[in-house]
């Protein structure tokens, strides 16, 4: 490309004095990011002729296919290998695809000789293989157990062989000097980490349920918020699993209701248990005398099948640093189809698909290679779990103890507007035109510094709201979660929620393309300074630590 080309191109997004101030051994490869491009690969995605990529269908195989074309077309290096031992850019990723059966989801109490029944949608629950458990119940807290901040809902309380009941969320959530990440939530917050618990403290079940002072909608509330909900009833989309998931015991989502009746011999409310856990954060747990329970789940199908991870490397330029990874990463599916209705998943995710593919070809092509290795993946599976990147994360293809940062890309195409996903529960600024969500910073405050750095050269709004926020629970709900379990310093980098979140209109021509670009460029000149700065950024394993007393 002619120098003056190149930087027509550049000034196109960015001032004078930006395009200045990046470096010319980084120029070359910010020119490969096009808003010409960006639609033409998100139209292509979000076509019907995917389908709604929906995850083990055709669609979202030839979404995985055209990923690893463009990786293998851009120059990458295959970052995975095949069942025949050869070099490749998709990681195999084994799933379990199951239809839970609703109508026979059953818990029963059994007390005073006396059986109370519950059924869906009382009681709600998923398990890859059909579920009969028969125990006594305990009542956990918060099902949380962290050392570091000398709280411990299991401290002196057998489980073994029991099924426990938890609130959810976190102790203190509305207090901004909470340990607990003041009203941020923490790793401790998320279903999926309360389980691991159970299971590693001999529980043979979990019922989570909602803390009776709560201030977000419960997990049942939550659900009636999303479209695809209510317009995939006549035909629900198929529950997945990892066929290694290290969670083996099954959980259910109670009711308030059903809640009430377990606690009720505890000798206190549930109310009153959580008001004084929050208020000390002394643990309430103990066994419920003559409360035992039956849970029952069953499928009407399942099989075994497999899908994908896409996975490129671009090597580092530095023989020391080489080894170390920068990762940049999205995730391919959606929610598919239904009759004639399909669900484009423009922004959620071919927004962010496209990104990975962008930057895999703006780096490809820069002359100049940045120090630490860069490697680009595209996760499968999200919508189901965030399957592909626990898969990853639990067999990684580099070593995560020198994974030094990640950027997860989920929805970065449109404008953040008021919908009933966020109706009450967060603030939106009235113009989010140039506006990004940075979630993550609690765990690392130095990769904030450094993308807040690079971002004086693109000059986007950087919002954290998402960092302080416990309604939404929105810091465990995409892909960079799964790292951040294993001390990863990863961010989700968000645009926000709209009306056409997880509906069939969410389509190609309403993503905002220059915004887009802008956000792509932004993470470009920010994969640099943490694949080439000396001290990459730090990891805070217990954030809000600081205010234990």
Known sequence: MPRTFLAFALAASLTTAALAAVPTTEQAGLAQIRESDLRADITFLASDALQGRLSLQPGDDASVQWIASEFAKAGLKPAATDAQGQPSFLQTVPLIEYRPDAKATLLTLKRGGKNTEWKDPEVSGSFPTDQDVSAPVVFAGYGITAPELGY???????????????????????????????TGNTRYATGYVKALNAQAHGAVAVLLAPEPAHNHPSQLEVRKRIGHQAEHAANPIPAQALADSPVHIPSMVISAEVEEALLSTSGSTPKAL???????????????????????????????????NAVGLLEGSDPKLAPETIII????????????????????NASGTVGVVTLARAFAANPTKPKRSILFAVFAAEERGLL???????????????????INFDMIGRDEKPSPQTEGLITIPADTGNRLNLIGAAYSPDYQKT???????????LDDRFDHEYALNVFFRSDQFPFVLHNVPAFWWFTGFHPDYHHPSDTAEKIDYPK???????????????????????????PGSQNTP
């Open 274 to 308: 959580q008001s004084g856990i929050d208020a000390d954060l002394k643990p309430r747990s103990q066994a419920l005398p003559d409360t035992s329970i039956s849970l029952h789940l069953k499928n009407s199908s399942r099989r075994e099948a497999t899908t994908w």
């Open 388 to 406: 592909g990147a626990y898969y990853l994360a639990a067999h990684p293809l580099r070593p995560l103890d020198t994974t030094r940062a990640m």
């Open 152 to 182: 411990d809902d299991y401290a002196g309380l057998d489980v073994k062989g029991k099924v426990v009941v938890v609130f959810d969320h976190e102790p203190q959530e509305t207090d901004p000097k909470s340990i607990f990440n003041g």
């Open 516 to 542: 887009m670009a802008k956000i792509l460029k932004l993470a470009y000149l920010s994969t640099w300074q943490f694949a080439n700065e000396a001290t990459p950024p730090r990891f805070v394993s217990h």
């Open 451 to 461: 993308v807040v750095k690079a971002n004086g050269d693109v000059g986007l709004v």
């Open 329 to 348: 990463s999205a995730h391919h599916d959606h929610d598919g189809q239904a009759g004639d209705k399909i669900w484009h998943g423009a922004d959620d």
